[in-house]
């Protein structure tokens, strides 16, 4: 198995959610990433599937449903400046 980037992992959320042209920026999925504390060949279908829809799709701020996360996203957002 070829070790995944953040552009492999991106261009399975693009292929999953949006047909190529995915909603969330990259550095916004980086952050749901790590904030999940996953390495890049750690992320999943599973995973992918398990981001709340109203995130991918800009209805929400919050990739998760757990608030420890979420607040890890947010600030990780913040250190790159940008907004949820």
């Known amino acids: 198995m070829s070790e995944s980037t953040l552009e492999t992992v ?14 969330r920026q990259a550095t916004e999925v980086d952050a749901a990433i790590r904030a ?3 390495d890049y060949d750690e992320v999943t279908d ?5 981001l709340s829809d109203g995130w991918v799709y800009r209805e929400e701020d919050a990739p998760f449903s757990d608030d420890r996360r ?10 790159q400046g940008m907004a949820g």
């Open 10 to 23: 991106y261009r399975r959320f693009a292929d999953r959610y949006a047909n190529s042209v995915p909603i």
């Open 36 to 38: 999940a504390d996953l």
């Open 46 to 50: 599973e995973w992918l599937a398990s």
């Open 70 to 79: 979420n607040r890890a996203y947010r600030r990780l957002l913040a250190e």
